[in-house]
């Protein structure tokens, strides 16, 4: 890859500012358009950004696969975690007043933890599956036709 030096070079000064952005839009997503879902899949789009021009075993070093699925599995647990947790102080699951002295405040918190569970979890998937489609996808042979 040695001889894609323009790639690599925007490649490393787009990288920063596409992970601040996903940020943003994770931060920004109570207030305004947005959210986990969105700010999940800009962050993943760098790492792919990465893996497109330095090679996916390149960022499998950056970032394991161990690391994408125990990670997928945390964002869940946050999202879910915070229903159990609402249930037990006594309201509904993902009933968001349980998590403050002011509902207006317990509505922030909560959609705050469940974006950002929600925004592991799908930066995580987004990622895994582009290894599994980058790593296991053989070329088509004349019998597949």
Avoid at 28 to 34: E, I, K
Avoid at 125 to 144: Q, R
């Amino acid at each position: 890859m040695e001889h894609h030096a323009i790639l690599r070079v925007v490649s490393k000064l787009l990288i920063p500012p596409i992970l601040v952005y996903a940020l943003y839009v994770q931060w920004h997503g109570d207030y305004g358009p947005g959210g986990g879902f969105q700010a999940g899949v800009v962050f993943a789009v760098a790492f792919i950004l990465y893996a497109l021009v330095y090679g996916v075993d390149e960022m499998a070093r950056v970032v394991p696969p161990r690391l994408l699925h125990a990670s997928a599995g945390i964002g869940v647990l946050i999202y879910a975690g915070t229903g159990v947790v609402t249930m037990a102080l006594g309201e509904n699951f993902l009933g968001y007043n349980a998590l403050a002295h002011h509902p207006v405040h317990a509505q922030e918190w909560g959609i705050i933890i469940v974006e950002f569970g929600v925004g592991v979890a799908v930066a995580s998937v987004m990622i895994s599956i582009f290894i599994a489609f980058a790593c296991h996808n053989p070329p088509l042979k004349d019998e597949d036709w």
